[in-house]
């Protein structure tokens, strides 16, 4: 657990030494001063370009070189579960220049991954019953389409691999989890006898499976394995917490890591691509999301505590394997997503208030070092931040309103 002392406590106490009383306290306002010094740190938010949408902006995407994609909603749903609006997605550069668009039809809820090569991966609701695993080039064209029980797909970092897991309802009553080449190859199709699971990738395209093990409608336990790309199961291994995991994968100096949390469990496990435990913290929540930085020096934990009801926020130092800080507000009731800017100074944060969370949302820029805020931007209406890829700017979006912001001190 990651405990802010106060000073005045840690210090001041009754176990001090009157001879030793003096240095201390100069050490205090010494220590006092640089503390103060680091909070008010102060930076300039610029604005970079401001577009104001005719529909609403449903999602962001970014690809490489700094290059984003936004979509909009065209039409309405006249019931929740039927699927009759167009999107169309606009391309644009940092700057605001408008790169290319292209249109999409027959699709209801979705979400995009916009790949480095200008191709967009796109995952949809086609009815109540069927949603789609579709890729299409970079000129919109409809390049192949799999049929995807509507859970999120994972694209393998270098792009050559999507595993997607298949949770059928009904008179099918199967699950399975899939693995696809960028090409819409079927490499490979393995039944999962167990639920939940999750799934996720490496970079290199082997498949993370957490399976719940149970026995007569009772779970008994856990198992991590790691699948090769051919589909052969490289290692397994038992997992201690009979528990729903949260699961991620990242890179450290070319070493492919992942990185699971129990769900409601006070921990962390960091694993090896050889399935050795790399690092295990016991903390004061469990992980719902992580943001990495490029550099893959610092990876941001986003946590949930249910023993006091709170959220919270983690900076951990991968190399040194140690957690840095940890932050929390009582003003949030929950961090929804968190990126690290390209010179790993600053980290902006999503959050939603605890009052009325349906009215307003805010986006808080922290400071890597210490987690001290540097600024808020309050929205009325909800509103997503997120750095740009390979960039210190970042772009806002709230409704149909896109606000991209450069940051200087």
Not at 97 to 102: A, G, K, P
Not at 167 to 175: C, D, F, L, P, V
Not at 363 to 375: A, F, K, M, Q, S
Not at 397 to 409: A, T
Request: charged share 30%.
């Amino acid at each position: 657990m990651v405990k802010t002392i106060p000073i005045e406590e840690n210090f001041l106490g009754g176990f001090i030494k009157p001879m030793k009383r003096k240095i201390i306290l100069t050490l205090v306002m010494v220590m006092s001063f640089s503390l103060v010094f680091a909070q008010e740190k102060e930076v300039k938010l610029e604005k970079i370009w401001e577009k104001e949408f005719e529909e609403e902006v449903v999602g962001v995407a970014f690809g490489s070189e700094e290059e984003i994609a936004l979509y909009e909603k065209q039409g309405k749903f006249p019931h929740p579960r039927t699927v009759v609006f167009k999107s169309k997605i606009k391309f644009f550069d940092s700057e605001g220049n408008v790169l290319r668009e292209i249109s999409l039809e027959k699709i209801g809820y979705h979400r995009l991954n916009l790949l480095s090569s200008g191709k967009v991966l796109r995952e949809g609701m086609k009815s109540e019953l069927e949603y789609n695993l579709e890729l299409y080039d970079e000129k919109g064209n409809l390049v192949w389409t799999k049929r995807n029980m509507g859970n999120e797909s994972f694209v393998s970092g270098d792009e050559k691999y999507i595993v997607t897991g298949m949770r059928m309802t009904g008179a099918e009553g199967k699950q399975e989890c899939v693995l696809y080449s960028i090409d819409g190859e079927e490499i490979w199709r393995k039944k999962v006898e167990t639920y939940p699971w999750m799934v996720h990738i490496l970079y290199n395209g082997r498949v993370i499976l957490v399976e719940l093990i149970t026995e007569e409608h009772k779970t008994i336990g856990a198992r991590l394995t790691l699948i090769d790309t051919d589909g052969k199961k490289l290692w397994s291994k038992e997992l201690a917490e009979t528990s729903d995991y949260y699961v991620f994968s990242t890179r450290l100096e070319e070493n492919n890591l992942m990185v699971i949390s129990p769900y409601g469990k006070q921990k962390i496990y960091i694993y090896t691509e050889e399935g050795s435990l790399l690092w295990e913290k016991k903390t004061t929540g469990y992980v719902t999301d992580l943001s990495i930085s490029y550099d893959s020096q610092y990876a941001v934990f986003l946590c949930w505590s249910r023993d006091d009801k709170r959220y919270f926020v983690q900076m951990m130092d991968l190399k040194g394997r140690k957690i840095v800080w940890e932050r929390t507000n009582p003003e949030f009731i929950n961090f929804d997503y968190a990126s690290i800017s390209q010179d790993n100074k600053y980290i902006l944060l999503e959050s939603s208030p605890q009052i009325a969370p349906q009215e307003k949302k805010y986006v808080v820029l922290l400071d890597v070092r210490n987690g001290e805020i540097l600024e808020e931007i309050r929205m009325t209406d909800s509103v997503f931040g997120k750095f740009i890829s390979g960039s210190n700017k970042f772009l806002l979006k709230s409704g149909s309103r896109i606000l991209v912001q450069s940051i200087s001190e």
